[in-house]
């Protein structure tokens, strides 16, 4: 039986097919209006270099298929998601329960969708509550009070009352999500940002998961199961999966994968490099294991909880350089698959760290996607004269030579700054490359930060999904304790 690895990314969609001894990659443009269109294209093409004439066909040779992804990113980082409400304790409603004034109000919730409940509301009160945040067009409301865990009889008490007034079975009905459920911890910033972020990223990736299982049953009469990549670094079915417990699953696979061939080198330290279409990720390896941490920021959340070590940059392959000041910027602004770099000739008139890298020859025109796309050289040369050339007065390969310098600059600042977090010494740790333009930009680093090797792999290209064809089935079950001292 085959299994099948899918890892969505904000530029390009991997997957990676293994019988357990060959093992076979793809890549298609990822579709952001829809992910299960670049899902299905993966096993589209899949199907067709085994010879298949359908994808049902192909997928009754399939046991497993895993799926990776940064949707719950991209949409945290989009600010894209649901409308969210937000029940908390009076006096919190502007700190929820930080240090001056939070950082997640006006993104991830409105102010204005923000409640303060007294110590021991009525029905009246949390009904009104509600009432007003259901006025304001939110689709899902989050009860986090103060001191809710262990005991969160309370916030027990308002769920029930919230829910005997809208009932499931009614069309105004919202879900109703309990801090202390959601993050069962005693630290009360922790348990509002995982809820919030669960509530404001659940219903986009919902809605692409659900979609894929009903085409892989309905369409392609596929029963076997689909398992979510998890931060966790391994996987689960959906219906034991949370939004907020995929955030940068695919690049956190990445970091697994370097696990795993740090240990087939018999290496106790790697740094992990991932360059992409979007933004670059570094992380760590130390002791054979990804490097773990509590307390700091998931995607500029802060959050009190175990994550691996994974710091990004915007910067990747559809980064728009252009002038400013006399000096090239390059990002945060990204062509991304549609309409792309100029040189796809797909109406993209911006230049391009992957416009450099073709005119600087690192790329060949015509086998871009294994001979799939073949990319537009001269495009490539007008937009990078145009918007980079022309202002700073250099011919156009010296231009690109410089957008080159300025992403070696970025990537190298970030692995850097990630190194110095997780305590290795340069000299000690040898440099793991990959993502699409990884291993492009690999000596450059390993030179610039006096690593002692850089590392290349065959899968590179599909990373992510190599990490995910690796991982176990894991069901993470986190309970805070509360231990008094005699």
Known sequence: MLTVDIDTGGTMTDA????????????????????????????????????????????????LIRWSSTITTNVLGERRGSKVGLFVSAGHERTLYGSGRSPVLGELVDESNVIGLSEKPSDVEVLAGVKRLLEGGVRRICVCLADSFPDNRLERAIKETIEDQYPDHIIGAVPVLLGSEMAPLRHDQTRVHYSLMNAYTHTKLATSLFKAEDLLRDEHDWRGPLLIGHTSGGVARIGKTK???????????????????????????AACFDVGGTTTKASVVRGGAPVMQRGGELLDVPVQAPLALLRSAVVGGGSIARVKDGAIVLGPESMGAAPGPACYGLGGDQATLTDALLVLGYLDPGNFLGGRRSLKIDAARGAIEK???????????????????????????????????????HADTPLFAFGGNGPMFACFVADRLDLPAARVFDLGPVFGAFGSAVSDVVHSYEHGLSLRWE
Do not use: Q
């Open 16 to 63: 990676l097919v293994s019988d357990g001894e060959t093992r076979h990659a793809f890549k298609v443009d990822t579709t952001p209006h829809d992910y299960t269109v670049s899902f299905l294209a993966c096993l589209r093409e899949a199907a067709r270099h085994f010879g298949d004439e359908s994808v049902a066909t192909f997928l009754s040779r399939v046991g």
């Open 243 to 269: 939004a907020v417990d995929t955030m940068e699953s695919g690049p956190v696979f990445g970091t697994w994968g370097g696990a795993w061939m740090a240990s087939r080198y018999g290496l106790e330290n």
């Open 387 to 425: 918007n980079v050339a022309v202002p700073l007065g250099l011919p156009v390969e010296a231009a690109a030579s410089s957008i080159r310098d300025e992403a070696v600059a970025m990537m190298s600042d970030l692995l850097a700054a990630t190194l110095a977090e997780a305590g290795l010494a």
